[in-house]
């Protein structure tokens, strides 16, 4: 496990700089596209070192994505967001009748658990294609070496 995370320190570092771009940059919808940029290249970056450095197989190393994923949303994203208060504030048209247990922190958790269900897919997808050019960049290195 230690090197796993080892390997994966590099995509974890762009990952968390990313979070700390989003938490305190004022710029708008700027800020979410490049957010968004990093996050897949970082995911795909993920599969990509564990196929090429540690050997694993692309369904093995796909798995990086949906844990990379976890890192950014819930330890850089959420976690911060209740510690530090940056919530945006509840819009006036929700009632609290509607919230979870009447509270926002815990309807914000509910949305960001249904978005990671949603994303674990999306990220396993991203993780794999990095994986595979892994894989085809190791299997091209070989069939050169073998030719000499």
Excluded: C
Aim: hydrophobic content about 55%; glycine content about 8%.
């Amino acid at each position: 496990m230690k090197r796993y995370l080892t390997i994966l320190s590099g995509p974890i570092l762009m990952l968390f700089l990313s979070a700390i771009l989003v938490h305190v940059s004022v710029l708008g919808p700027e800020v979410i596209v490049l957010n968004t940029i990093i996050q897949i290249f970082a995911l795909a970056l993920g599969g990509w070192l564990l196929s090429t450095r540690l050997k694993f197989s692309i369904s093995a190393a796909s798995f990086s994505g949906p844990l990379l994923l976890f890192i950014d949303i819930f330890l850089f994203g959420y976690i911060p967001s209740i510690l530090f208060g940056q919530f945006p504030p509840m819009p006036e048209e929700i009632s609290p009748n509607q919230l979870v247990l009447g509270s926002f922190q815990l309807t914000a958790l509910l949305g960001i658990l249904s978005a990671y269900v949603f994303l674990f897919p999306v990220s396993l997808a991203v993780a794999a294609i990095g994986s595979y050019i892994g894989v085809r960049g190791n299997r091209r290195g070989l069939d050169e070496e073998s030719a000499l």
